[in-house]
């Protein structure tokens, strides 16, 4: 398994490439294929809105690149944000650095100094650095200029978020990868009548297979309603 660092940042077993829906994405996803493999980009850093995909795809890299045998690790900065910025110490030895929510570090100098070195030294040993942000490096609120041009030394790509029928095809097939049938109906009732945000409706997924299966009746709309009206 890839090394992770002690802080109980698991990978979740369910953000891989096989249940990403690309839609408008599809360069970025076959860039960070490549890198899963120690192959194409040396560095790449994504960026989008709120639940567009980037923690699904950075976490799907490390996943693939765990079954290559290659060591990576995770850092999700929304978490890590309120301990030291030591945390980069030595993660140039690690085959593939995934760093999430980058715009995290804004008007933190120590992180951004830390972030800084960390790339020169992961690009002197040749190893993979992935970035996600909720903005291209140019807009981010960085006060260190050199890391800003540091985060720009690789491809800076968007992810787009998906339309509503590749959201729909995106609840079904996480429901097909966890072993039930989402009707065609169910879904876009869902997406009609609740958040369309991916997080959330795939948490409202979750909770109808757990109903589902305390219940022993199949998904069906006046069922939904009665598990969430």
Same mark, same amino acid.
């Given at each position: 398994?890839?090394?992770?660092?002690?802080?109980?940042?698991?990978?979740?077993?369910?953000?891989?490439?096989?249940?990403?829906?690309?839609?408008?994405?599809?360069?970025?996803?076959?860039?960070?294929?490549?890198? +899963? !493999? &120690?192959?194409?980009?040396?560095? #790449?850093?994504?960026?989008?809105? /709120?639940?567009?995909? *980037?923690?699904?795809? %950075? @976490?799907?890299?490390?996943?693939?690149?765990?079954?290559?045998?290659?060591?990576?690790?995770?850092?999700?900065?929304?978490?890590?944000?309120?301990?030291?910025?030591?945390?980069?110490?030595?993660?140039?030895?690690?085959?593939?650095?995934?760093?999430?929510?980058?715009?995290?570090?804004?008007?933190?100098?120590?992180?951004?100094?830390?972030?800084?070195?960390?790339?020169?030294?992961?690009?002197?040993?040749?190893?993979?650095?992935?970035?996600?942000?909720?903005?291209?490096?140019?807009?981010?609120?960085?006060?260190?200029?050199?890391?800003? +041009? !540091? &985060?720009?030394?690789?491809?800076? #790509?968007?992810?787009?978020?998906? /339309?509503?029928?590749? *959201?729909?095809?995106? %609840? @079904?097939?996480?429901?097909?990868?966890?072993?039930?049938?989402?009707?065609?109906?169910?879904?876009?009732?869902?997406?009609?009548?609740?958040?369309?945000?991916?997080?959330?409706?795939?948490?409202?997924?979750?909770?109808?297979?757990?109903?589902?299966?305390?219940?022993?009746?199949?998904?069906?709309?006046?069922?939904?309603?009665?598990?969430?009206?």
């Amino acid at each position: 398994m890839g090394t992770q660092l002690a802080l109980d940042l698991q990978l979740r077993e369910s953000y891989t490439f096989e249940n990403f829906v690309v839609g408008k994405n599809a360069l970025p996803f076959e860039l960070l294929k490549q890198i +899963s !493999r &120690l192959q194409g980009e040396q560095q #790449l850093l994504l960026w989008g809105g /709120d639940c567009c995909g *980037k923690s699904h795809l %950075l @976490q799907a890299v490390c996943q693939l690149a765990n079954q290559h045998k290659f060591t990576s690790t995770y850092l999700p900065l929304k978490q890590l944000i309120h301990y030291s910025p030591d945390v980069f110490d030595e993660l140039e030895s690690i085959e593939l650095v995934c760093i999430d929510d980058v715009q995290k570090i804004a008007e933190h100098p120590e992180w951004q100094e830390k972030c800084f070195h960390l790339i020169n030294r992961v690009r002197a040993t040749g190893n993979r650095l992935l970035f996600a942000a909720d903005l291209p490096p140019n807009e981010l609120n960085l006060q260190l200029e050199d890391l800003r +041009s !540091r &985060l720009n030394w690789g491809p800076v #790509l968007q992810i787009e978020y998906l /339309d509503d029928a590749e *959201k729909q095809q995106a %609840l @079904q097939l996480r429901a097909s990868m966890k072993g039930f049938d989402l009707p065609q109906q169910v879904a876009a009732y869902m997406l009609k009548n609740y958040s369309r945000d991916m997080a959330a409706l795939f948490e409202k997924l979750e909770q109808l297979d757990q109903a589902s299966l305390q219940q022993q009746r199949r998904l069906t709309v006046p069922f939904v309603k009665t598990v969430f009206e």
